[in-house]
């Protein structure tokens, strides 16, 4: 596992599992919120997030949070692990609440710099329609790796605890024989 694209609806913890999973492991982690989203809500062009993509999994070792479906094949292609948080919608939604709530004034440490939280309904409506309208999609394209890539969907937070920990000891195992030189 060194090239890691997670995925999932807005809400469902991509960001947080990137985060851990990246003290975890030791990979650098890249939120595309962050790099799409310029000050004061600005969108970068397609082609320039595009770039950013192609440069980003040419590296040795990347996580690689976010959808953003225009540009999705880019991280799965390249990645050797595909990670896809399923989570129920009622979660997904009431998480995207709440994160609103706490970051209020503030930009999240995955979103750009001068981008405040904030939330609209045309954004809960894309949250709470995610599960009908893009998760068959995903699922379908998640198919197509079977067998090729390791393609792991977590559906609640036992399933991320119990990720997390055989990520851990999968780490730990490797130290191990990097050092014994076995």
């Known amino acids: 596992m060194k090239k890691i694209a997670i995925i999932g ?20 982690v890249y939120h595309l919120d962050r790099l799409y989203w310029k000050p004061g ?8 997030i595009r770039r950013i993509q192609l440069e980003l999994v040419q590296k040795d070792q990347w996580i690689i949070d ?12 390249a990645a050797d692990t595909i990670v896809f948080l399923d989570i129920p919608r009622s979660k997904c939604f009431y998480r995207v609440i709440k994160r609103r709530l706490m970051f209020h ?3 999240r440490p995955d979103m750009g710099e001068g981008c405040t939280e904030r939330l609209d309904a045309a954004f809960l409506r894309y949250v709470w329609e995610f599960p009908v309208e893009k998760r068959v999609d995903i699922l379908w394209k998640l198919a197509e790796y079977e067998g090729e890539k390791q393609v792991i969907t977590l559906k609640n937070n036992q399933d991320i605890e119990l990720f997390l920990e ?4 999968n780490r730990i195992l490797q130290e191990e024989i990097s050092t014994t030189g076995e």
Do not use: Y
């Open 41 to 48: 809500w600005v969108e970068s062009s397609r082609e320039e």
């Open 66 to 77: 976010g959808n953003f479906g225009s540009t999705m094949d880019i991280r799965l292609d």
């Open 105 to 107: 004034g503030k930009s």
């Open 9 to 28: 609806s807005p809400g469902a913890g991509k960001s947080t599992l990137s985060r851990r999973l990246s003290v975890v492991s030791g990979i650098e």
């Open 166 to 169: 055989l990520a851990n000891q």
